[in-house]
């Protein structure tokens, strides 16, 4: 069942922290569990089925998912909704989620961790910085980054992308919340340059225009 975000109301408050920087909750009721940053949802769990994918913008990165992956890495982990749907989508795969956030980490393997399906590694760093270091070569990234007031600078700045371009050999999704229309053209533009062929998906009803990118050169 989709969690309604014009509707939803919470039972019960499973953790609450405020920082100066930002304010995070999880709450739950009956059916869903889910993740609140400074008020606004992040992501949310059916509590009867994990895996299933509950909000429209990860609903559309799923039709967009490759038919087969084995090496995935997500860079921005929130309350884990695609990590859960991926590892009972594709078990067997390798998966890396790398988050900045140290409390994000803890509260997805306390709160959101899936119970079947692969597990994943998780990585306390920074995307790009991961990225520099890593070795691995992925077929399936997923770019989901935000900071306070949306998408953080890296993502309308080239050198994200060129190191995405050293690593993936296949698929990048990257959710995106432009708050101009010239910042979705910079992100267009540079996974164009950089990744591939690249197409934007609007989400209706919603801010969020999920970006699709092939590599097929790596």
Not at 158 to 184: D, F, M, S, V
Request: net charge negative.
């Amino acid at each position: 069942m989709d969690f309604n975000l014009q509707a939803y109301q919470a039972d019960h408050l499973l953790h609450l922290s405020a920082k100066p920087e930002r304010r995070l909750s999880i709450l739950e009721n009956a059916r869903h569990r889910w993740l609140e940053m400074d008020g606004v949802v992040q992501s949310a769990m059916s509590l009867s089925q994990p895996e299933h994918l509950c909000l429209p913008h990860q609903q559309s990165i799923a039709e967009r998912l490759p038919a087969q992956a084995s090496r995935i890495l997500e860079l921005g982990l929130g309350g884990g909704d695609l990590t859960r749907h991926l590892g009972a989508r594709w078990p067997e795969a390798r998966h890396d989620c790398v988050d900045l956030d140290a409390e994000i980490l803890t509260l997805f393997q306390q709160f959101f961790l899936p119970s079947t399906g692969g597990a994943p590694r998780l990585h306390h760093a920074d995307a790009l910085h991961f990225l520099l270091e890593s070795r691995e070569q992925y077929d399936l990234v997923l770019l989901d980054l935000f900071s306070q007031d949306g998408n953080p600078l890296l993502l309308f700045q080239a050198p994200i992308y060129q190191a995405l371009a050293n690593c993936l050999h296949g698929t990048l999704i990257i959710n995106l919340l432009p708050r101009t229309h010239l910042e979705l053209a910079q992100a267009k533009k540079l996974a164009e340059e950089w990744i591939g062929p690249t197409t934007a998906h609007g989400v209706p009803g919603y801010r969020n225009v999920i970006l699709h990118a092939t590599n097929l050169s790596a």
